[in-house]
């Protein structure tokens, strides 16, 4: 079975890859990848408290998707959406356990509401006043094959523009030692039923045993691997190159998504 929709929007936030414009060179080996530091973005459209209290994800998760939203033509509010992380907030996690195995246990209130893992799609809805579904899951290395069927099943069983957001974020030591991710990253896609004037390219996905596509530049490669969310770069490569392209991105041990794009 093969699934069909239009990328009408593309957001990017990683190490050395500052937004969509600016990445294209880079993953097209037009430019040299030099990997920096993730610089996360204050989210200036959450109110003040709320800005005080996000972490990392949330900081990823609103300069990925707002540059998608841009680039798509469409509003906010109106989309539905799709949160994929691998695992939740690192540094709140840790924090938590901190506390945890401290002589006062108490958690404070900000930090046990910063632990859910829908958190992210509840500081969207509040930053971007979007009241639509919001599906959030979490498939550990798979999650970003994951997000991105379940947006484009949304896409054509609902008939309607979905947005996918697959970030992932580090966790400090000990835990890093245990769940090692590089840095922070994030892609946002926004997925269109129909081709518009907006659209990069169809995209077709269907599944296959075959093994999934790998980056020639070691640099990007050691990102795609060290960072579950990362596993999307070789479709970005692919809409880059603005010419009809095959690429098969990691899914499941035993089953990979083998992705199609014709550009628009």
């Not at 930090?111 to 958190?119: E, G, Q, T, Y």
């Not at 990102?223 to 490569?237: H, N, Q, V, Y």
Request: proline fraction near 6%; charged fraction near 15%.
């Amino acid at each position: 079975m093969t699934i069909s929709a239009y990328i009408d929007g593309i957001g990017l936030l990683g190490p050395g890859l500052n937004g969509w414009p600016s990445a294209q060179s880079i993953l097209l080996g037009q430019q040299t990848y030099q990997p920096s530091k993730t610089v996360l973005p204050s989210p200036i459209l959450l109110p003040t408290a709320e800005r005080r209290r996000s972490g990392a994800v949330i900081k990823l998760t609103l300069a990925a998707g707002l540059e998608a939203i841009a680039a798509s033509g469409q509003e906010a509010k109106k989309l539905a959406s799709v949160f994929s992380l691998s695992g939740g907030d690192g540094e709140n996690c840790h924090a938590i356990c901190e506390m945890l195995a401290s002589e006062d246990r108490a958690i404070s209130p900000t930090r046990f509401h910063n632990s859910v893992h829908n958190a992210a799609a509840g500081y969207w809805g509040i930053a971007t006043g979007a009241m639509t579904n919001a599906s959030v899951l979490s498939a550990f290395d798979a999650s970003f094959g994951a997000g991105l069927l379940e947006a484009m099943v949304q896409v054509v069983v609902d008939d309607t523009h979905t947005l996918l957001l697959a970030c992932d974020t580090p966790y400090p030591e000990p835990l890093h030692s245990t769940r090692p991710i590089t840095d922070a990253f994030g892609i946002a896609l926004v997925l269109a039923p129909k081709g518009s004037k907006h659209s990069f390219a169809h995209i077709s996905v269907a599944m296959t045993d075959a093994c999934a596509n790998t980056l020639n530049d070691s640099a990007l490669e050691n990102l795609r691997l060290g960072i579950p969310a990362a596993r999307g770069l070789p479709l970005l490569e692919a809409i880059a190159t603005r010419q009809n392209a095959r690429v098969v991105l990691d899914y499941l041990d035993n089953c990979r998504l083998d992705v199609t794009i014709t550009p628009c």
